[in-house]
Nanobody, 121 residues
């Protein structure tokens, strides 16, 4: 079992930056691939970014490539999502997730409670 707690959401103006954090706990949390998803009002949850358990491999949704960076610090059991050049369409609840398999957005099985990100125009 892996427990995930997100933090760092908030209100920011378009063009600004935020860094989300996800604190993981559980006996084998550092061996899981990690990812970030988001869900905007009235829309389905969508994949944003993922990285392998070592942090050496990453992949991103086209909509955030070049603006968002996912990283992890296994010593702190924490995953980060650095979000730059934010746009109003990035407004959503952001979820951290853990998966035993890297590279498959459908394989995430543990989820955090989410943190709200609101980007004003």
């Amino acid at each position: 079992q892996v427990q995930l707690v997100e933090s760092g959401g908030g209100l920011v103006q378009a063009g600004g930056s935020l860094r989300l954090s996800c604190a993981a706990s559980g006996r084998t949390s550092s061996s899981y691939a990690m990812g970030w998803f988001r869900q905007a009002p009235g829309k389905e949850r969508e994949f944003v970014a993922g990285l392998s358990w070592s942090g050496g491999r990453t992949y991103y949704a086209d909509s955030v490539k070049g603006r968002f960076t996912i990283s992890r610090d296994n010593a702190k059991n924490t995953v980060y999502l650095q979000m730059n050049s934010l746009k109003p369409e990035d407004t959503a609840v952001y979820y951290c997730a853990a998966s035993p398999v890297f590279g498959n957005p459908a394989a995430y099985k543990y989820w955090g409670q989410g943190t709200q990100v609101t980007v004003s125009s």
